[in-house]
């Protein structure tokens, strides 16, 4: 027997039952965008490979040590999306969106890749969702967007269980006084510091912050922290962001330690994160990024946007309030008689035609499997159809839950199923 081809490590399969769970968020997630009057925007799934040096950073893992890249036939590198931040905003520029409003509140779903370790709830392909409001530099749209994703929580039954961590980073100037402090502050350990962070240290030492190695964690605990160092400016908008978010009866946890991992955010920084998830317990994370746009050749234009994956909130769903995901047919046919086999595929197609989710058995298999699979797929009602059945033009119609049982004409059937739900 030839040998079995292996899905690539690092990537999943996502079967049937788990996909409606996907679908139940995915439902949510389009619900809640709509009320937030956010419209969706679908970038490639690869883009250039300078986009993503130019607007994560080269200093990043992501674009250091994570991508998928190629060069195509005309020589040209190319590379799967790592994230879609940087793909909305050149969607943003090259589309000339600032021409049809002032603010463009953008969201988006699919597919992203990175080749880091796997991990539960975390692969090489992995999806992700998110938000992106351009066009706006004032604190409110920073507190929409947090408003946001915790009316996606509350949906999801799972806000009690999730902590918002806020910072600021500042504007340039703030974080050239911050950065210079921390470097000072950390300068004497240099050499205690992790061989990564040693590194960072001249490029972007404020990453040091976001370390995970235990020998940083310990000298940062005690640094500069970066609230000492935001001008007037800075230290207002910060101010404003929290006084709404009181206001609106949104808790929140400052961390001093919060930078976020890629080099494009300004200001207002947070993440939500979930005990559910053990020590990796961030479920969404985002900021404000105003220098972005200018950054990959736009003019200058404020942003801020969050991404959330897909596969870790649903973890967290699962850990505290499962959703209801369970199949919902509403009919499945039982043919009985090879001569009626001809027959049936017409009739059910046309209960399909008319809304009715419909199965039937393609096994031809006896009466009493062929009710085992229809209860296994969590049918509302079975339509049982015989020989003295078909030569009236009726199907026993049984509703699964009362039980009760009357014959229904063929063309009664969708209407008889619509008034009993």
């Keep these: 027997m030839p040998d079995k081809v292996q899905r690539v490590k690092g990537v999943n399969d996502i079967l049937p039952n788990e996909a409606r769970q996907w679908q139940a968020l995915e439902r949510i997630i389009q619900d809640v965008m709509q009320r937030y009057a956010y419209g969706e925007i679908r970038p490639p799934i690869f883009e250039k490979t300078e986009l993503f040096a130019r607007g994560v950073g080269e200093d990043t893992d992501i674009v250091s040590k994570e991508m998928y890249s190629l060069t195509d036939m005309s020589k040209t590198s190319l590379t799967l999306r790592p994230e879609l931040t940087a793909g909305v905003v050149r969607s943003y520029i090259q589309n000339n969106l600032q021409q049809i409003s002032p603010v463009q509140k953008l969201w988006y779903e699919g597919p992203m890749f990175r080749q880091e370790r796997p991990q539960k709830g975390r692969y090489r392909q992995f999806w992700q969702f998110g938000a992106e409001a351009i066009g706006s530099p004032h604190p409110e749209q920073d507190v929409e967007m947090i408003a946001l994703f915790q009316a996606i929580l509350d949906e999801l039954g799972i806000a009690g269980s999730v902590t918002l961590k806020i910072n600021s980073v500042g504007d340039s100037e703030s974080r050239a006084t911050y950065r210079s402090a921390l470097q000072d502050y950390l300068r004497p350990h240099l050499n205690e510091l992790s061989e990564t962070s040693q590194i960072r240290f001249e490029s972007n030492p404020l990453r040091i912050l976001d370390s995970k190695d235990p020998r940083d964690k310990e000298l940062v605990k005690d640094a500069p922290k970066i609230r000492e160092c935001l001008n007037e400016a800075s230290a207002n908008h910060y101010e404003q962001v929290l006084k709404m978010l009181d206001i609106m009866d949104i808790s929140y946890v400052q961390d001093d330690l919060l930078v976020r991992g890629l080099d494009y955010y300004t200001h207002t920084i947070f993440e939500f994160t979930s005990d559910a998830l053990g020590a990796q317990d961030a479920i969404c994370g985002g900021g404000r990024y105003n220098d972005l746009v200018h950054e990959l050749g736009g003019k200058e234009v404020p ?38 086999r001809t027959q049936a595929p017409q ?68 209407g008889t199923i619509n008034d009993s739900i």
Aim: one cysteine or more; proline letters at 2%; hydrophobic letters at 45%.
């Design 303 to 340: 942003a801020i946007g969050w991404a959330s994956g897909i596969e870790r909130l649903l973890l967290v769903v699962e850990t505290i309030s499962p959703l209801n995901a369970s199949p919902e047919l509403d009919l499945f046919l039982i043919v009985l008689g090879d001569d009626l």
């Design 347 to 414: 009739l059910i197609r046309d209960w399909r035609i008319a809304g009715l989710s419909c199965d039937s058995d393609s096994l031809r298999r006896s009466m009493k499997a062929q009710m085992r699979e229809a209860n296994r797929q969590g049918a509302k009602f079975v339509a049982i159809l015989g020989e003295d059945e078909f030569a009236m033009g009726v199907v026993q119609l049984k509703n699964f839950e009362s039980g009760e049982q009357e014959s229904v004409a063929f063309n009664q059937v969708v």
